[in-house]
T-cell receptor, first 110, second 113 residues
Framework: RKEVEQDPGPFNVPEGATVAFNCTYS??????FFWYRQDCRKEPKLLMS???SGNEDGRFTAQLNRASQYISLLIRDSKLSDSATYLC???????????FGSGTQLTVLP | EPEVTQTPSHQVTQMGQEVILRCVPI?????FYWYRQILGQKVEFLVS????????KSEIFDDQFSVERPDGSNFTLKIRSTKLEDSAMYFC???????????FGPGTRLTVT
């Protein structure tokens, strides 16, 4: 049973495109959600927290729908440097440990 | 900007040997974690540590694993008798109590031969 499920991709998009990633989670007790990005053989880097009210950080917009147990990430005006694997992550438990999805691979093409 | 640091960046060891992976969390953070990522697989939670004790652990974190905060800055993961299947990237993370946003170190790549 996958607790956090993502489309693995790959998504290959041209520079300047808008791309959307979706994620579903099965643990309704999950308390918080995040998007991380991970470059090849590097550590996950926090991109943004995800709130039910939606939040935006520059070209990135994240949304959480608790009723549908669904999380999204929208990247506008994509740059070459956005090429990475995007990880959908939920936290649960008394220690707020993270449960990671398998990631969605994005390649932005020139 | 404060960051989590880890040493060594790469550790090669023989099966059955003990290894200690070291981490220095962000200084004002109170919660510390170890995760691992086997090549090509997703990041998996191992253990969390708060107030000088383990607060949660996964089924991966068996008796071969232990964690310690020997002083005010270091946080270590010990694997007592390494197996081939312990080969992975091991990431340390830390967070404050306010946001629960976890920040990861660069990882230690453990290779067991």
């Amino acid at each position: 049973r996958k607790e956090v499920e993502q489309d693995p991709g790959p998504f290959n998009v041209p520079e300047g495109a808008t791309v959307a990633f979706n994620c579903t989670y099965s643990n309704s007790a999950s308390q918080s959600f995040f998007w991380y990005r991970q470059d090849c053989r590097k550590e996950p880097k926090l991109l943004m927290s995800v709130y039910s009210s939606g939040n935006e950080d520059g070209r990135f917009t994240a949304q959480l729908n608790r009723a549908s147990q669904y999380i999204s990430l929208l990247i506008r005006d994509s740059k070459l440097s956005d090429s990475a694997t995007y990880l959908c992550v939920g936290s649960s438990g008394s220690a707020r440990q993270l449960t990671f999805g398998s990631g969605t691979q994005l390649t932005v093409l020139p | 900007e404060p960051e989590v640091t880890q040493t060594p960046s790469h550790q090669v060891t023989q099966m059955g040997q003990e290894v200690i992976l070291r981490c220095v969390p962000i200084s004002n953070h109170l919660y510390f974690y170890w995760y691992r990522q086997i090549l090509g697989q997703k990041v998996e939670f191992l253990v969390s540590f708060y107030n000088n004790e383990i607060s949660e652990k996964s089924e991966i974190f068996d008796d071969q694993f232990s964690v310690e905060r020997p002083d005010g800055s270091n946080f270590t993961l010990k694997i007592r008798s390494t197996k081939l299947e312990d080969s992975a990237m091991y990431f340390c993370a830390s967070t404050s109590a306010e946001t629960y946003e976890q920040y990861f170190g660069p990882g230690t790549r453990l290779t067991v031969t």
